[in-house]
């Protein structure tokens, strides 16, 4: 038998996720973002729940690849562009729209001259001084884009840094309206922070990742409530081992938890080597939540590589076997990230190769929970 550990892909919550993107703006089309293997979630596997997107917009070549031969015949976006002028026979032969951000890009393009009509997305940089022309050269950067006869249709790209948080978007939407207003060219800005918070950056196309995913911009959870999103991920295990404690004993590596009364603590099949985070507090007021037989209770101690273990005090009945989950449906990865000083982002993102996964497909999702490779 394996380990019990197993994550299960929700794709039921990811198609409604997006529909709750749609509800939340309406007049633009959608580019799923599933960069970084779907945030974890993997790219084939959330394909299937993602289909009713107007677009994908991931980093990787062979993940565009990958939803070439999974049959996605629409846009798909490089986020960051390509890296080497052959990576441009790629996007010819894949029918591939890539952002433009620097001068090198630029001049990469003009050497190759594709015979196009090749789709770009020209990314000014209002303010996250990440990637980006500056405003002052964005002009120069569309006249020299739209002067290459392989460039098809050009639309305006920028990224926020502060969708999710008290300083906004505005100085960030002002530049990008100055500086593109006299240009043609439709307009790409929303993450999804300002796809939930900030109408006036719906624009022709919005890029929502995370919320596709079912977790929260800010690493809230109480910042998504009523917004109707669902998790797409659960990780799951069951207790292997369970442990009498008297007062004074310690738990773990580094002995950081010591029972100041006598305690049952269950040992749950999950370390850090399958993604769940070794800085969750298992010490302390603000120890990470963790279900089991659905009742929520605390880790304890030190996250090992295989293992972790949890308070049994509210489970008088638990047993080696009862099932454990450690994100998901009942359990949000927010509340998990927060105990370890991190976002659901990271959580998914960092799901181990090890960890089997099953997917609850769209027809039939209580039933039909298949593994499906990544
Ligand atoms: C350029 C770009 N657009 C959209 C997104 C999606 O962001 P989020 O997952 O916060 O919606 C990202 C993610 O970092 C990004 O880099």
Same mark, same amino acid.
Request: aromatic share 6%; glycine share 10%; net charge neutral.
């Given at each position: 038998?394996?380990?019990?550990?197993?994550?299960?892909?929700?794709?039921?919550?990811?198609?409604? %996720?997006?529909?709750?993107?749609?509800?939340?703006?309406?007049?633009? *089309?959608?580019?799923?973002?599933?960069?970084?293997?779907?945030?974890?979630?993997?790219?084939?596997?959330?394909?299937?729940?993602?289909?009713?997107?107007?677009?994908?917009?991931?980093?990787?070549?062979?993940?565009?690849?990958?939803?070439?031969?999974?049959?996605?015949?629409?846009?798909?976006?490089?986020?960051?562009?390509?890296?080497?002028?052959?990576?441009?026979?790629?996007?010819?032969?894949?029918?591939?729209?890539?952002?433009?951000?620097? +001068?090198?890009?630029? #001049?990469?393009?003009?050497?190759? #001259?594709?015979?196009?009509?090749?789709?770009?997305?020209?990314?000014? %940089?209002?303010?996250?001084?990440?990637?980006?022309?500056?405003?002052?050269?964005?002009?120069?950067?569309?006249?020299?884009?739209?002067?290459?006869?392989?460039?098809?249709?050009?639309?305006?790209?920028?990224?926020?840094? +502060?969708?999710?948080?008290?300083?906004?978007?505005?100085?960030?939407?002002?530049?990008?309206?100055?500086?593109?207003?006299?240009?043609?060219?439709?307009?790409?800005?929303? %993450?999804?922070?300002?796809?939930?918070?900030?109408?006036?950056?719906?624009?022709?196309?919005?890029?929502?990742?995370?919320?596709?995913?079912? &977790?929260?911009?800010?690493? *809230?959870?109480?910042?998504?409530?009523?917004?109707?999103?669902?998790?797409?991920?659960?990780?799951?295990?069951?207790?292997?081992?369970?442990?009498?404690?008297?007062?004074?004993?310690?738990?773990?590596?580094?002995?950081?938890?010591?029972?100041?009364?006598?305690?049952?603590?269950?040992?749950?099949?999950?370390?850090? &080597?399958?993604?769940?985070?070794?800085? &969750?507090?298992?010490?302390?007021?603000?120890?990470?939540?963790?279900?089991?037989?659905?009742?929520?209770?605390?880790?304890?101690?030190?996250?090992?590589? +295989?293992?972790?273990?949890?308070?049994?005090?509210?489970?008088?009945?638990?047993?080696?076997?009862?099932?454990?989950?450690?994100?998901?449906?009942?359990?949000?990865?927010?509340?998990?990230?927060?105990?370890?000083?991190?976002?659901?982002?990271?959580?998914?993102?960092?799901?181990?190769?090890?960890?089997?996964?099953?997917? &609850?497909?769209?027809?039939?999702? +209580?039933?039909?929970?298949?593994?499906?490779?990544?």
């Amino acid at each position: 038998m394996p380990r019990p550990i197993h994550a299960v892909i929700h794709q039921p919550a990811l198609a409604n %996720n997006l529909e709750v993107v749609r509800r939340s703006a309406p007049q633009s *089309r959608v580019w799923a973002v599933v960069k970084a293997n779907a945030y974890g979630h993997g790219i084939r596997r959330a394909f299937a729940g993602l289909r009713a997107a107007d677009g994908f917009g991931l980093l990787d070549l062979n993940e565009a690849v990958l939803l070439r031969d999974l049959g996605w015949q629409g846009p798909i976006l490089l986020l960051e562009g390509f890296f080497q002028p052959q990576d441009i026979e790629v996007l010819e032969q894949y029918r591939l729209t890539t952002a433009i951000h620097c +001068d090198e890009q630029l #001049r990469m393009l003009e050497a190759a #001259r594709p015979k196009g009509p090749l789709a770009i997305q020209l990314k000014l %940089n209002t303010g996250m001084n990440r990637l980006g022309f500056r405003p002052e050269q964005y002009r120069a950067a569309w006249e020299r884009a739209r002067a290459l006869s392989g460039v098809g249709s050009i639309v305006h790209m920028t990224h926020f840094s +502060d969708a999710d948080s008290a300083r906004g978007i505005a100085h960030q939407i002002e530049v990008f309206d100055t500086v593109t207003a006299s240009l043609p060219g439709e307009a790409s800005l929303s %993450n999804s922070a300002a796809v939930l918070w900030h109408k006036a950056a719906h624009r022709a196309w919005v890029r929502p990742g995370i919320v596709l995913y079912g &977790a929260s911009p800010t690493g *809230r959870d109480a910042d998504i409530a009523g917004t109707g999103l669902q998790p797409a991920m659960s990780l799951h295990s069951e207790l292997i081992g369970i442990q009498e404690l008297q007062p004074g004993d310690t738990v773990g590596y580094g002995s950081l938890f010591t029972a100041d009364r006598p305690m049952r603590v269950g040992v749950v099949a999950c370390g850090y &080597a399958d993604g769940y985070p070794r800085h &969750a507090q298992g010490w302390g007021d603000k120890r990470a939540p963790v279900l089991v037989e659905g009742v929520r209770t605390e880790l304890i101690g030190r996250v090992s590589m +295989d293992m972790l273990c949890v308070d049994l005090t509210p489970l008088p009945k638990a047993r080696v076997g009862s099932p454990v989950t450690l994100w998901g449906q009942g359990l949000p990865i927010d509340d998990v990230a927060q105990a370890s000083g991190t976002v659901g982002y990271e959580l998914m993102c960092a799901l181990a190769p090890r960890v089997p996964v099953t997917v &609850a497909t769209l027809t039939a999702p +209580d039933q039909a929970v298949s593994p499906v490779g990544a």
